[in-house]
């Protein structure tokens, strides 16, 4: 079942609809309870945002190989699921996608050959779509990226001198990456020219900001129900985001001896410093920064050539601004 924010889209739609089924085909674990665990991932209702962007930026080209664009597709997808499976052993989430996740099931060593499994279906994928080296050592280098970007956070928990320059450095790589790459691809496996093929990659690292910006808000002013996962989940896990960066600027003491514990914070101590972060205007402040990049995307975004798939663009786009979940 393809994610109601794609109704919108019908060609889209139509798209992932085909993609699923792929997806499932493409991955086949001899583990059969891992197996059966990443498929359940794949199937939990994900937006499906990168391939989504994907398919759209492949409009804006004049060869259209569905074969090719659905192994383009499928290995963005599975990069992306590889590297939420990575998330959680190390920030130990007990959900993902409202499932209990692999390494609360089968221990974070066997969750982490599952990701490391996927990255060569991501790479099998990637070599359906091109044999050009230049492109090959692109992807190589974008998977980097996203991976030294994930390496960043790890540095900066329980940071609490971390700064906004720390933040965007650490999320350009571990989310906007992708979203580089995604548009990126679309635009480039349906051979558009060199100037549309930049511009999406400027458009997807500036909605890929956004995106995680707003991400890291529903820490904060979630519901467990929307988002399928714990909120303040990545406060106890030492993820000092956006909200908390900006609240603190506006007094650093108040919080001091609650993140001191680090990860001997209670329950009471993670919401009162996510009180904290509202009576200083952190989540607010932080929406206005996501709403700057959705901005400068849609700007990026009138510059490209004339198609329905423009239109779209800044129609999803927008809709970023609107996440609850």
């Known amino acids: 079942m393809v994610h109601k924010l794609w109704h919108q889209f019908p060609q889209v739609e139509t798209q992932l609809k085909a993609l699923q089924p792929y997806l499932v085909e493409a991955v086949k674990l001899p583990n059969q309870p891992i197996h059966h665990q990443v498929l ?6 994900g937006k499906l945002l990168r391939p989504g962007f994907f398919y759209l930026f492949s409009e804006f080209g004049d060869q259209h190989d569905e074969s090719v664009l659905r192994a383009g597709a499928a290995a963005l997808e599975l990069l992306h699921v590889a590297t939420l499976i990575h998330d959680d052993v190390i920030d130990q989430s007990p959900l993902r996608r409202g499932i209990t996740t692999i390494h609360t099931l089968y221990g974070s060593r066997n969750a982490i050959y599952a990701g490391d499994f996927l990255f060569t279906i991501y790479f099998k994928e990637v070599l359906k779509t091109t044999q050009d080296m230049a492109e090959l050592r692109l992807n190589i280098q974008s998977m980097r990226d996203i991976l030294v970007g994930e ?5 900066l928990n329980y940071k609490r001198n971390v700064t906004e320059e720390d933040y965007f450095r650490e999320i350009s790589g571990k989310t906007a990456e992708l979203f580089w790459l995604s548009c990126r691809q679309g635009a480039v496996l349906s051979h558009s020219n060199d100037e549309v093929a930049r511009l999406a990659g400027e458009i997807g690292m500036t909605i890929g900001k956004a995106y995680q910006i707003l991400d890291d808000i529903l820490d904060y002013g979630g519901q467990s129900k929307k988002t399928k996962k714990p909120v303040l989940e990545d406060l106890k896990s030492g993820v000092y985001s956006l909200p908390l960066i900006l609240a603190m600027k506006e007094d650093k003491t108040a919080f001091k001896a609650y993140l001191a514990k680090k990860e001997r ?14 009576h200083y205007r952190g989540v607010e402040k932080a929406q206005s920064e996501a709403r700057i990049l959705t901005r400068q995307a849609l700007d990026l975004i009138d510059q490209l050539p004339e198609c329905s798939a423009k239109a779209d663009l800044k129609t999803l786009t927008t809709l970023l601004l609107q996440r609850d979940e």
């Open 151 to 155: 390496l960043e956070q790890m540095k």
């Open 265 to 278: 914070m209670t329950a009471a101590d993670l919401q009162a410093v996510s009180e904290l972060v509202l």
């Open 40 to 45: 359940a991932l794949l199937q939990s209702g």
